[in-house]
């Protein structure tokens, strides 16, 4: 279960997590930019307090960051934790320590990746068949 603490900062929004990432922390994620205004610029998400994500959990994360580009807020992710930084990099599928895939994240093609292959992941372990969905 996650919760998350928000703060307003003059134009940064904090939006403090803590506990698990996981499939049910997309109400919690959402509701953090319900009160952002036109005067807010930055988003800062700080994961200090989330030792551990799943995919559906990166998913939602992902999801917080889109909707906050698209409202046109700069978007910071900090305090990556080891366990989600080598979920991120799993997923991504770069070989070698995590260390460097917190900084990747910022590159949105990085994030585009991100959210492809653990879509892909989450149908995979849903069919239960060893086979991804195709859609059809």
């Given at each position: 279960?996650?919760?998350?603490?928000?703060?307003?900062r003059?134009?940064?929004?904090?939006?403090?997590?803590?506990?698990?990432?996981?499939?049910?922390?997309?109400?919690?994620?959402?509701?953090?930019?319900?009160?952002?205004t036109?005067g807010?610029?930055?988003?800062?998400?700080?994961?200090?307090?989330?030792?551990?994500?799943t995919?559906?959990g990166?998913?939602?994360?992902?999801?917080?960051?889109?909707?906050?580009?698209?409202?046109?807020?700069?978007?910071?992710?900090?305090?990556?934790?080891?366990q989600?930084?080598?979920?991120?990099?799993?997923?991504?599928?770069?070989?070698?320590?995590?260390?460097?895939?917190?900084?990747?994240?910022?590159?949105?093609?990085?994030?585009?990746?991100?959210?492809?292959?653990?879509?892909?992941?989450?149908?995979?372990t849903?069919?239960?068949?060893?086979?991804?969905p195709?859609?059809?």
């Amino acid at each position: 279960m996650i919760t998350t603490d928000v703060q307003y900062r003059g134009t940064t929004v904090l939006v403090s997590a803590s506990g698990e990432l996981g499939e049910e922390s997309g109400g919690a994620l959402r509701q953090a930019l319900e009160h952002v205004t036109a005067g807010e610029r930055v988003l800062m998400v700080d994961l200090h307090g989330v030792p551990l994500m799943t995919e559906p959990g990166l998913l939602h994360l992902l999801d917080l960051h889109r909707r906050a580009e698209d409202r046109g807020l700069r978007v910071l992710v900090v305090g990556w934790q080891p366990q989600p930084r080598e979920l991120m990099a799993r997923t991504a599928g770069l070989p070698g320590p995590a260390s460097a895939t917190a900084d990747r994240y910022a590159t949105p093609g990085f994030r585009r990746l991100l959210a492809e292959r653990a879509q892909g992941t989450r149908a995979f372990t849903e069919s239960g068949s060893g086979r991804v969905p195709s859609g059809g």
